[in-house]
């Protein structure tokens, strides 16, 4: 067997080639190559499958989150809090647009923000928060919301790893993450959950002058009337031929979910009993469509066990290796009321395995395997 990657994107496009080929060729013909009509209906799609009132494509991920964050009027000095165990797109935008970024530890099981977290962060500055629906599964939101009400907060939800992840609430109410707070933000990186051939992202809003906000500063601050520019925007656009691809991908997602929960199904059955092991605990109330399946190894073991998957053929990722604060780009920026004690101990601990859409029963016993005989 050759090499074993964390994704498969050949393989997967493979599958779907004539489709969308032909959505790509049909697009390329058309010449509507900015805003085109796929670009309208990959929205509407996305619209009905999230069940939200607006989406708002972008350029990517981490504009999605800069858009949200001017949309609203935060101003210099306002004080967001954010996860210091994610990517480093989430706080980067708060420090671009010379906010505060109010760094957190987070939840040692789902690696996920928590309320009473984020309450413990709060001063009179606070105006928002970022839960990070980390490696494919929703943060508690309905206590986040109950703090982020009670203090008046925005709630940006960065949905780039949990497309299609759904939160139940304690009355039955079920909601896609990302649709849950004020703003939700995703990625279509080619490598995340549902990913187009190149950059892509969108914002989600059930607020319909939010949506109208958004769709402004994404378009240069324009208002209704073109070449009026009533805010400072930026050019945020999904390309017409990414939307074409998202469009045909889209109706596979619950397929792909449920395409990588069958690999953390079997990975989690064949590392019970390894003790030096923890599998990722899955939240209660939340689906997890395992944008990554990550374990804790313990004992100090984790980058020997990384070596060992690698010599064998077998890519295993950390993600993350450093805590957001202690990168030398937030030395400056980066304020930390308590100490991060759990974010430093997954920084040392977090393996990440491969996991994706087209892994086939070799492949997988391959990489159980491989993870086994360590620890025989
Ligand atoms: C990928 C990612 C982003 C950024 O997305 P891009 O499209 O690469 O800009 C933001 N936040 C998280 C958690 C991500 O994983």
Redesign the pocket.
């Known amino acids: 067997m050759g090499q074993i990657q964390m994704v498969d994107l050949k393989g997967q496009y493979l599958r779907m080639k004539e489709e969308i080929d032909a959505a790509v060729i049909d697009c390329i013909s058309s010449t509507a190559y900015i805003n085109g009509p796929q670009v309208k209906s990959f929205q509407a799609s996305l619209e009905a499958y999230l069940d939200v009132n607006h989406v708002v494509p972008c350029?990517?991920?981490?504009?999605?989150?800069q858009v949200s964050m001017m949309a609203v009027g935060l101003k210099p000095g306002d004080e967001v809090i954010v996860p210091a165990f994610?990517?480093?797109?989430?706080a980067e935008v708060i420090a671009l647009l010379r906010l505060k970024p109010i760094m957190v530890d987070v939840d040692p099981d789902t690696y996920n923000i928590t309320a009473e977290i984020i309450e413990k962060a709060i001063t009179p500055n606070t105006k928002a928060v970022v839960p990070?629906?980390?490696f494919g599964q929703t943060a508690d939101m309905e206590s986040i919301l109950k703090v982020a009400e009670k203090h008046n907060l925005y709630v940006f939800e960065?949905t780039?790893?949990a497309i299609g992840s759904v939160y139940t609430f304690s009355d039955g109410t079920q909601k896609a993450a990302g649709t849950i707070g004020h703003i939700g933000?995703?990625?279509?990186?080619p490598s995340?959950n549902l990913g187009c051939y190149g950059?892509?992202?969108a914002i989600f809003t059930n607020d319909d002058d939010i949506a109208t906000k958004l769709r402004s500063v994404a378009n240069h601050g324009q208002s209704k009337i073109q070449y009026q520019h009533d805010v400072i925007g930026c050019n945020s656009r999904l390309d017409t031929v990414q939307a074409a691809i998202l469009d045909v991908k889209l109706k596979y997602l619950d397929s792909y979910s449920a395409a990588r929960n069958k690999v953390a199904d079997a990975y989690d059955a064949a590392f019970a009993d390894i003790e030096g092991l923890q599998t990722p605990v899955r939240a209660a109330n939340s689906t997890h469509v395992f944008?990554q399946y990550t374990m804790k190894v313990k004992d100090g073991k984790r980058d020997e066990l990384q070596k060992y998957l690698g010599e064998k053929g077998i890519a295993a990722r950390v993600y993350y290796p450093i805590p957001l604060d202690e990168q030398p780009a937030f030395k400056e920026h980066a304020i930390i009321p308590t100490p991060l004690l759990v974010t430093q101990q997954l920084c040392k601990e977090v393996l990440s395995l491969p996991i994706h859409t087209e892994m086939d029963e070799d492949t997988l016993n391959t990489i159980i395997e491989g993870v086994q005989s360590f620890y025989k």
């Open positions: 350029a990517n991920g981490t504009d999605a989150l994610t990517y480093v797109a989430t990070v629906h980390l960065d780039a790893q933000t995703t990625s279509f990186f995340k950059d892509g992202g944008h």
